[in-house]
């Protein structure tokens, strides 16, 4: 956290729901004709003072409400997340709001979640709607919401291009457990096509994400998350990604399945070849494995395309796909999609869920993927693109040491820079945008779909503002760490 001085704030409370939001109130200052005594404050408060005072939104000081009541709830909390000081309370389409009142351009969108922004509308009515009615009656019994979103979901991804195979889903609550179903039911696939078991091994790939539980996390290879949990799952193994000569050894007869990201969001928003995709489908046909694609961040539109592999040929589409993040626009919900031969493998018994499959879930996620597949948004998606990346090549020509990569498609971007980020992460969020990190040394720019272009030239240019701060002046600005969810060894 910035240095801040401890001084008392005179505040005003206003209501932000039932969350009472403070606003700082401007002192009035007395002119006088009396001498002002020299400042015995240190030069270090004098700069941070200063600091404060030019910057529209400082981060909530150790006074503060905020801290107030993060250091309430702090001690009851397990610590899985390192968060900066804002503590928000509030959204409505790309803005997000503290409990102090301060107002934020968000280019995270909950992690690639709120495609649709904060509280959209028609979901809010529909939430409200479904609660009065039927939130949940488990998957001992019927419900007309799993079975029309499901068959939404097979009919207009196979209408788009994309997985000409779709044949059958599985809905569940989120994106490990949308891809650890995959994972199962790729060993499941493995055991009948080999019964003497020896068909069990999954292939994943180097600065890959998947999840966080066991099989989750045994498909992403970063040692410093697997060593506290350490012996992973058996029968995982790992290759480089993109990397066209390595598949022939690394896929073999033993494989049951591969799972990959045609973008990997976490580990810094790294684009996969065709070639590279072509290569994984044709080898496991030879060896007869199940190919899994991972588009929990880079699906449901993200790239300008109802899916991120939609560009591929059909020789290069899966077997699964999974999904989650947007299909809820921030209410829980994942899903697995699958080929019929995947499906005819899974017999009743041999998966399930209590709370998947839900109708307030399904009801909103129906809602929430036909806007998604509209052509008009994808359409727009694309022309944003445009004005991200001519944002970040006037960045490049600015700072051509610093800025090296532009890389990413449609609305999943990322800015390579040859050194720590999170400096300017902090500066921005003083200066009201939100952004994150990926990778290692990555900027990462996930906003809600719907963003507008007046939007997007704001963000950019308190961007910049952060930028030439942290670049430009050389200001010390303290970094914001864990602002991803798997940060790279030594971070």
């Known amino acids: 956290m910035a240095l801040r001085i ?15 939001v403070v606003e700082p109130r401007t002192c009035r200052r007395h ?24 910057i529209p939104n400082p981060d909530p000081p150790a006074d503060s409400a905020t801290a107030a009541m993060v250091n309430e709830h702090t001690p009851f909390m397990v610590a899985t ?21 301060r107002r934020y351009l968000d280019f995270t969108a909950g992690i690639a979640v709120n495609a649709l922004g904060h509280c959209d509308p028609e979901m809010t009515k529909l939430i409200a709607q479904q609660a009065r009615t039927l939130i949940h009656s488990s998957n001992l019994y019927h ?6 979103l ?21 809905v569940c609550n989120s994106g490990t457990e949308a ?79 591969v799972i990959v990201e045609p973008i990997q969001g976490e580990g810094g928003v790294n684009v996969a070849t065709p070639e590279f995709l072509q290569a994984l489908r044709d080898r496991c046909n030879e060896v007869d494995a199940v190919l899994i694609y991972d588009e929990i961040q880079c699906g449901l539109s993200r790239t300008g395309q109802l899916w991120a592999h939609q560009n591929l040929p059909t020789s290069a589409h899966p077997d699964i796909l999974t999904t989650a993040k947007a299909l809820g626009n921030g209410f829980p919900i994942g899903a697995t999609i699958v080929s019929e031969p995947v499906a005819e493998c899974v017999v009743t018994g041999d998966h399930g869920t209590t709370f998947g499959g839900n109708p307030l879930a399904c009801r909103l996620g129906h809602y929430i993927f036909s806007r998604l597949s509209e ?33 990413g ?41 719907i963003i507008s272009e007046e939007e997007i030239q704001e963000g950019l240019g308190i961007l910049e503002k952060a930028m030439e701060a942290v670049l430009g002046r050389g200001e010390t600005v303290e970094g914001t760490t864990g602002q991803q969810e798997m940060a790279p060894l030594g971070r």
């Open 375 to 407: 052509s008009g948004l994808q359409e727009g998606v694309l022309e944003k693109e445009k004005i991200f990346r001519k944002g970040f090549e006037r960045l490049q020509r600015q700072y051509p040491d610093i800025v090296k990569e532009i890389r």
């Open 409 to 449: 498609r449609g609305l999943i971007l990322g800015l390579q820079l040859t050194q720590d980020p999170t400096p300017i992460i902090t500066a921005a969020r003083e200066r009201g945008l939100l952004v994150i990190t990926c990778g290692t040394n990555t900027l990462r720019f996930v906003p809600p779909l």
């Open 81 to 101: 997340y390192v968060r900066p000081p804002p503590m928000m309370v509030k959204g409505e389409g790309c803005y997000l709001w503290d409990i102090e009142n």
């Open 6 to 20: 401890g001084s008392k704030r005179m505040t005003a409370v206003t209501s932000i729901g039932r969350i009472s």
């Open 31 to 54: 002119a006088t004709a009396a001498a002002v005594p020299a400042s015995n404050l240190s030069n270090d408060a004098k700069n941070a003072i200063q600091r404060e005072a030019s």
């Open 150 to 170: 499901s068959k939404l979901i097979v009919n207009k991804t196979r209408a788009s291009g994309s997985m000409q195979a779709a044949s059958k889903v599985f």
């Open 179 to 257: 891809n650890e179903a995959a994972i199962k039911f790729a060993r499941k696939v493995g055991k009948i096509r080999q019964s003497s078991g020896e068909k069990h091994e999954i292939v994943s790939f180097h600065n890959s994400f998947h999840g966080r539980t066991m099989g989750c996390l045994s498909a992403t290879p970063n040692p410093k998350y697997q060593k506290p949990f350490s012996p992973m799952i058996p029968g995982f193994s790992y290759g480089t990604y993109n990397d066209v000569a390595g598949i022939r050894e690394l896929v073999t007869e033993n494989t049951c399945g």
């Open 143 to 148: 419900n007309p919401w799993t079975g029309e």
